[in-house]
């Protein structure tokens, strides 16, 4: 069985993959995203903290907020970082996939990877 942590480590390889190539922008600043989720995710559950549904992880719209009431482990600082970076990977996962219209380039796929690597530094977890 995989776990939470082995998926975020697999997006996140993923993601730096398929950056190398430009036609598939789209598919590594979604991937950039899943990373840091599924990491919060298996942190969240290791705590104690997390009671999902039957998926058994959080919804997309309180990624951010569970940060800040549940992983006691990282400081105020850094939470608050954490918390940017997570929503500005979402904004950037929801117009990669949903908004066509709105452009995925390489300057995106480099901002998510920057932000990808940035929350799983502040995670404590390497890309």
């Not at 950056?19 to 590594?28: G, I, L, M, P």
């Not at 058994?56 to 006691?72: D, G, I, Q, W």
């Amino acid at each position: 069985m995989v776990t939470w942590r082995e998926m975020g480590k697999a997006n996140a390889c993923a993601a730096a993959m398929l950056a190398r190539d430009e036609t598939v922008c789209r598919a590594s600043v979604s991937r950039a995203y899943y990373a840091v989720y599924q990491e919060v995710t298996h942190q969240i559950i290791e705590s104690g903290d997390g009671q999902f549904g039957r998926f058994n992880n959080p919804t997309h719209e309180v990624l951010a907020r569970l940060v800040r009431n549940n992983l006691s482990s990282i400081s105020g600082f850094r939470k608050r970082e954490l918390e940017r970076l997570i929503r500005r990977l979402r904004q950037r996962r929801v117009d990669a996939d949903y908004r066509p219209k709105i452009s995925v380039d390489r300057a995106s796929v480099h901002g998510a990877l920057r932000d990808m690597c940035e929350a799983r530094r502040l995670l404590g977890v390497s890309v």
